[in-house]
DNA sequence: AACATAAATCTGCCATGGTAGATACAGGTA
DNA sequence: TACCTGTATCTACCATGGCAGATTTATGTT
């Protein structure tokens, strides 16, 4: 995937660090985080914190008001669906380039995120449940070998959507409906049956939107920004 | 678009500005751009650079090698091909979603561009034009509604694309075969017409690609990093 | 002359300081 | 009590310094 990485900057590792934080519910959604209370945390200086907020920001996960401060981001309800939407539309893209141009690719990646989730779900480790399902659409993406669809996926859509995905794995446990969905989009990869594992993505998105929607309703919105 | 923008920071000032240097030539591709001199350049200092340069680097038109330094893209023949996929992927989609939620808009957004384009061409101008163009594409993805797919097209797809426009924007004397294929698509568009729509899409950016690849034919290869 | 090696320089990366702007709070007035 | 205002504090933003890694150049050996 990455060519070069090993010498890894603390930049991407604190970017990494707090996306994570994000993404398993350490940093509640809609709180302002502060740069000093970040680095003083991290035992690091000011200016790697920064810099990973800003990429933060391009992926969605925070929102920077200049001169106030940053915040978590809490995403409403169109700005899920429009992510819904975006999605449905890249991976079945990719999933017709991926199966024509390196199935092997796919399937590979496929076969290894489902044993991930099987394992997280028998630790009953929802955050790592998560991970693993980004990681299974991230191969359909990545298989395409198109880079432009898989930076855009991997940076805007997938840390946004593993936010969502944690969101209510905690309180919904029906991860076998997700699996099954899975399980039957690999099997359509591995009959090279196209048309059924777009209907399928397409069914699984709109799956997840509904959860969303339901696990809204009786929850509390927190403030989004301190002003409108 | 932005609902709030006059106190624009000088990191988004100076990544204006060197996006604006890259797409107009002034900084040659696959050049070696230091955080100093542009600094010194615009007499400020290296942390808005540098930020700005990460952003950039988000964009795709330059590429930060870690303790090595940062590179103006050079956009090879994959990138340019895998662009137009996304592109076409993505305007595929928002002509749907336009034309099923805000058809009146959709089409006065393209009605408007093609008038640019018209008096562009009577104008002779070839940068009214591509700016036109761009409006016109731009119109079919916002009239979509869904901010995320816009954002995405705006601030990854389009940039690049710029970039690659500019590349030959001085040889294509063909306007007229674009201009009739954008109003191929008004009519499609106007008649309700998706199938159609989609198809006049996928043929007008392949033509674009095509461009691209005759006038890199007859172009010498700057060098892309100092590693491969 | 060709190559290997080592010193010097260049450059990005992280740490820290100063400043301006925004928020919060306290005190005073209607 | 409610509202306005002035002050204090907080925080992001930009400037600058020190350091480490990488590239280039110079030098000595074969």
């Given at each position: 995937?990455?060519?070069?990485?090993?010498?890894?900057?603390l930049m991407e590792l604190t970017a990494d660090r707090i996306r994570e934080a994000i993404i398993v519910g350490e940093l509640q959604l809609g709180s302002k985080v502060s740069e000093q209370r970040l680095a003083d945390a991290l035992s690091i200086s000011r200016s790697p914190v920064r810099e990973a907020?800003?990429?933060?920001?391009?992926?969605?996960l925070v929102r920077i008001f200049p001169k106030r401060g940053t915040f978590v981001f809490t995403p409403d309800e169109k700005t899920v669906l429009d992510l819904c939407d975006h999605r449905v539309c890249l991976e079945s893209a990719c999933l017709q380039m991926?199966?024509?141009?390196?199935?092997?690719?796919?399937?590979?990646?496929?076969?290894?995120?489902?044993?991930?989730?099987?394992?997280?779900?028998?630790?009953?480790?929802?955050?790592?449940y998560a991970l693993a399902d980004m990681r299974f659409h991230r191969a359909i993406v990545t298989s395409?070998?198109?880079?432009?669809?898989?930076?855009?996926?991997?940076?805007?859509i997938g840390p946004l959507m593993a936010l969502r995905t944690h969101l209510f794995t905690e309180m919904h446990a029906d991860n076998q409906i997700s699996m099954d969905q899975h399980a039957a989009l690999l099997a359509a990869c591995e009959a090279g049956d196209i048309q059924q594992g777009q209907a399928i993505i397409e069914r699984h998105v709109r799956m997840l939107a509904d959860h969303y929607r339901r696990s809204r309703e009786s929850a509390v919105q927190p403030p989004q920004s301190p002003v409108t």
């Open positions: 995937m990455k060519p070069i990485s090993p010498p890894q900057s907020l800003a990429l933060l920001q391009i992926e969605g991926a199966l024509d141009r390196a199935p092997d690719t796919l399937l590979g990646g496929m076969r290894q995120a489902m044993e991930d989730m099987h394992k997280a779900i028998r630790a009953k480790d929802a955050a790592a395409s070998g198109n880079l432009s669809m898989a930076r855009v996926y991997g940076s805007t």
